[in-house]
């Protein structure tokens, strides 16, 4: 990361990071397409179970997975600093810090997960079945944001293929589980919330192992895994921003799930059924992000900022073009993916209504996720969380209280996801233009 070129090297990153984060949705999309095709009269209501719990689990795995972005740099920093000490420090923090945030996450989920639901207005026939999903995801949350900060500790050191194999062997067995529980023991919902937490388990202890046999700075020793404190004020000053930023976000998204649910059960499944394709574009373009954040970070620490801005740069117009290639591909078959999950013709329709509305507005998500990640590798986390607050969170909670109830159609929520996005992106590169961190951090690196 900090000689030669950079733009294979970023695509060399990001691809794989992209690989690794539609593998874990995919987690998801196996629970919504098994139970959408075999679990009989209950496949929709099903389906709307799982796909209500979306916006929930994302609030809580988005608040942590944005921690780890700041142990993602924190990591990052120390080794373009070339301070192993640091380093080891920073990742034995990190670990223990996943394992008991994802208790603590676990036993606070089990207590608000049925008056969440309930404020959700989620539909008498779907709710004992999304609570029953929900319930057992949130049991599993120590080893799913295990698995998420390991990842993060491969990434501060340019390896992503590792944490792609691991969750590549994990996800055949998620759908090999799925399979057995739903098929072969006729359960519904809970067979697929089970699957999916043990095939989380296996790729954590997977990313694990490496980390024990590796030789790299971030090799672990079960006897130093300790919290440090100087690390974790490290890893929350960057990384809290950027969970409180997912968690707001996630909670506009709630909001925005309300107001689907009101729309009926073929809403919430044919929009469920959507967003686990859509999500494919949005993994896509948050690769070329984390790259950013990552490379600058690296090179931040080594004070080479010339190397950042071409970063940037470079980000932006690799992550355009393959996110546009995605867009074309998906639209040409999102109704032949949509019945991959539900069958149901007015599913398909209705879901393909947000599929291409979504599509369009991931353009804009590229622009402002690049921009943030770059701020970010700066160690400048506090700007683009309040920024995405006020221009995505902002936007979208104005429009589902003011504007959607004097239209109350599918159609009048989709119109909110371009411009809460477009919003954003602007502000964002406000943000950038007005720090210009390479020059006004350039002579900081030294004293990280």
Known sequence: MLNGSIWDKIIQFALPVAATAILGQLFNAADIAVVGNLTGDLRTVSVAAVSTNSAIIGLVVNLFIGISLGANVTIAHAIGQGNDKEVSKAVHTAIVMAVLGGVLAAVLGELIAAPLLGRLHTPEDVFPLALLYLRIYFAGLPVILLYNFEAAIFRSVGETKIPLIALASSGVLNVLLNLFFVAVLHMTVDGVAIATVLSNAVSAAILYRCLRRTEKAVHVEPKKLRIDLGSMGRILRIGLPAGLQSAVFSVANIIIQSAINSLGTIVMAASGASFNIEIITYDILNSFSQ???????????????????????????????????????ILFSGKSLLAIFNSDPQVVEVGYIRLVALMTAHIFSLCYEVLAGYLRGFGISLLPAVLTMLGVCGV???????????????RTIMVVFPISLAVTALLMLAAVLCCRPARRYGGAAAHL
């Open 396 to 410: 979208r909670l104005s429009w589902i209280y003011w504007v959607f109830p004097k239209s109350p159609d599918f």
């Open 291 to 329: 790259a950013c954040t990552t490379f600058v970070g690296q090179n931040f620490g080594a004070g080479k900022t010339r190397r950042c801005k071409k970063t940037l740069a470079l980000c932006l117009a690799e992550g355009m073009a393959a996110l546009l290639t995605a867009i074309v591909l």
